[in-house]
């Protein structure tokens, strides 16, 4: 599926109501879920423990 046809699916589910600003935050949240998988798919990845260590560090 291309980006367009990715852009007007997720458009053509939005309620009959929605607004310019649902539709833009529908696209922004599919656009952050897509770049994610990417990085997954490519490795970038942090493991349970580093991310329970890098919580840790907020925590102090």
Do not use: Y
């Amino acid at each position: 599926m291309t980006v367009k046809e990715k852009v007007v699916h997720a458009v053509q589910e939005l309620p009959e109501d929605a607004s310019i600003e649902d539709a833009m935050e529908r696209l922004f949240f599919l656009s952050k879920i897509e770049k994610g998988i990417q990085q997954a798919d490519s490795g970038q990845t942090l493991s349970h423990a580093q991310v329970k260590e890098r919580m840790a560090k907020w925590q102090n």
